[in-house]
C-alpha cells in the first residue's frame, strides 16, 4: 500500500476510499492511515489528503445511496429468497432510518463494516436524500479529519486506539483538546490581568515618590535663588 501511494498518490487514495463508499470491500481507511503517515514525512499535503479522503467518502456513499434507492428493490425483487426478506426487513429498515437514521450514518464511517453497507442501507429504505447527504457529509469529513490527524501527528499507534475505541474516542479527544484549549484561554487571561494590576500598582505607588522628588527638586531650586 505504501509503495502505491508513493507511485500514484492522492489518486489511489481517492479511488479506494470512494470505491469503499460504494459498497466494495477495499482498503478506504488503510489507505487514509498511509497516505497521512507519508504526509507525515514530507510527502504529501496533510491539508489535501484529508480533502480528497472527505470527498472520496462523501462521493462514494452518495453513489451507493443512489443505485440503492434507484435499482437496489428492483434487484432484491429477481431473487425469490431476497425478495421474501425484504418485505419482512425493510419496513423496519425505513422505521428504523426515520428514526435513527442521521447518528446512523454519522457514527458509521468509524466502523468498518457498517462503512461499506451504510450507503445502500439508507438508499434501500428511503432515507431522505438531503438528511443522508448532510449527515454523510459530516461523517466523511469527521472521519477523514479525525484518522488522517492522528496519523499525521501520532502515528499508527493513536489510529489503532481510535480504531479501538471506536466513535467514543473521537468524542473524548476532541472534548479534551477543548478542555486544554479553554483551561490555556483562561490562565492566560487571568496572568494577564494579573500583570496589568501588578503594573497599575506600581505606577500608583510610584506616582507619589515623583511627587516627593519633584517638590524636593523645585526647593533646592527656590533655594539656589
Keep these: 500500500m505504501t509503495h502505491e501511494l508513493e507511485s500514484y498518490g492522492l489518486i489511489l487514495l481517492f479511488v479506494f ?24 514525512s514530507g510527502r504529501f499535503n496533510i491539508v489535501e489528503v484529508i480533502v480528497v479522503a472527505s470527498a472520496g467518502a462523501i462521493i462514494g456513499d452518495t453513489i451507493g445511496y443512489w443505485i440503492a434507492r434507484i435499482g437496489g428493490r428492483r434487484a432484491i425483487d429477481r431473487i425469490p429468497y431476497a425478495q421474501k426478506a425484504a418485505a419482512r426487513f425493510l419496513p ?5 432510518f426515520e428514526k435513527h437514521g442521521p447518528k446512523t450514518v454519522l457514527i458509521a464511517r468509524f466502523v468498518a463494516g457498517l462503512r461499506i453497507a451504510i450507503a445502500w442501507l439508507a438508499g434501500l429504505s428511503r432515507m431522505p436524500w438531503l438528511r443522508f447527504f448532510a449527515y454523510n457529509a459530516a461523517g466523511g469529513i469527521l472521519w477523514a479529519t479525525t484518522y488522517g490527524l492522528a496519523a499525521y501527528w501520532f502515528g499508527q499507534a493513536a ?15 476532541v472534548g479534551v483538546a477543548v478542555l486544554v484549549y479553554l483551561g ?24 507619589p515618590l515623583d511627587l516627593v522628588e519633584n517638590d524636593e527638586e523645585e526647593a533646592a531650586r527656590i533655594g539656589d535663588e
Excluded: N, S, W
Excluded at 476510499?17 to 507525515?40: K, S
Excluded at 423496519?92 to 428504523?96: I, T
Design 17 to 40: 476510499v470512494m470505491l469503499e463508499g460504494c459498497g466494495i470491500p477495499l482498503p478506504g481507511e488503510t489507505a487514509l492511515i498511509t497516505a497521512a503517515v507519508l504526509a507525515g
Design 184 to 207: 490555556h484561554r483562561i490562565l492566560t487571561r487571568r496572568m494577564e490581568a494579573r500583570t496589568e494590576t501588578i503594573v497599575k500598582k506600581t505606577d500608583e505607588e510610584k506616582q
Design 159 to 173: 489510529v489503532d486506539a481510535v480504531a479501538k475505541y471506536g466513535f467514543f474516542a473521537v468524542l473524548a479527544v
Design 92 to 96: 423496519r429498515g425505513e422505521a428504523f
